[in-house]
T-cell receptor
Framework: GENVEQHPSTLSVQEGDSAVIKCTYSDSASNYFPWYKQELGKRPQLIIDIRSNVGEKKDQRIAVTLNKTAKHFSLHITETQPEDSAVYFCAASKPGTYKYIFGTGTRLKVLA | ETGVTQTPRHLVMGMTNKKSLKCEQHLGHNAMYWYKQSAKKPLELMFVYSLEERVENNSVPSRFSPECPNSSHLFLHLHTLQPEDSALYLC????????????FGPGTRLTVL
């Protein structure tokens, strides 16, 4: 069935370093890939997304890259700060369905 | 609070109780969703409504019953739940559904005793 694998499940980085989270999807028809950040006790919030007609998108310290051939996409956070500490979820969606297939999440800890 | 709101934020119920979760969106969206979030598992889509019509139902037990009276409100009626139903229940909405961005509410933390 459709699935999205997300790695790593936990990630600790020093403040100022970069963090990379990778997701691999199974359905080649997927064309929309959002990333959500969920702080402890709070709602998931969209931080960046990408559609399959582009290979990279950047928003300040956050970027997402997409490799359609390999069916994987990655979240890159540069110059990490303690407030970046949260659980990050990737998801994939395809035309004709309302369903997002979510990854299992990555707990990012930024150490001061 | 703007965006997507949910009430109650916390709920403790016994297995024989009947309760309802409420979601309201103030974004003018046409699609609304219920998700279940359990520890160390991906978010599980439960139900999707588009323009008050249920468009997805992902093999959810009948002890969960959704209701969408209009495009701004979504309910999840609960009855005879099991302890394994304890989880965070998240509501979301999107403008037109499908690959539109989904915006989440704060969730209801449900504990079934």
């Amino acid at each position: 069935g459709e699935n999205v694998e997300q790695h790593p499940s936990t990630l600790s980085v020093q403040e100022g370093d970069s963090a990379v989270i990778k997701c691999t999807y199974s359905d080649s028809a997927s064309n929309y890939f959002p990333w959500y950040k969920q702080e402890l006790g709070k709602r998931p919030q969209l931080i960046i997304d990408i559609r399959s007609n582009v290979g990279e998108k950047k928003d300040q310290r956050i970027a997402v890259t997409l490799n359609k051939t390999a069916k994987h996409f990655s979240l890159h956070i540069t110059e990490t700060q303690p407030e970046d500490s949260a659980v990050y979820f990737c998801a994939a969606s395809k035309p004709g369905t309302y369903k997002y297939i979510f990854g299992t999440g990555t707990r990012l800890k930024v150490l001061a | 609070e703007t965006g997507v709101t949910q009430t109650p934020r916390h709920l403790v119920m016994g297995m024989t109780n009947k309760k309802s979760l409420k979601c309201e969106q103030h974004l003018g969206h046409n699609a609304m969703y219920w998700y279940k979030q359990s520890a160390k598992k991906p978010l599980e889509l439960m139900f999707v409504y588009s323009l008050e019509e249920r468009v997805e139902n992902n093999s959810v037990p009948s002890r969960f019953s959704p209701e969408c009276p209009n495009s701004s409100h979504l309910f999840l009626h609960l009855h005879t739940l099991q302890p394994e139903d304890s989880a965070l229940y998240l509501c979301a909405s999107s403008l037109g559904g499908r690959t539109d961005t989904q915006y989440f509410g704060p969730g209801t933390r449900l504990t079934v005793l």
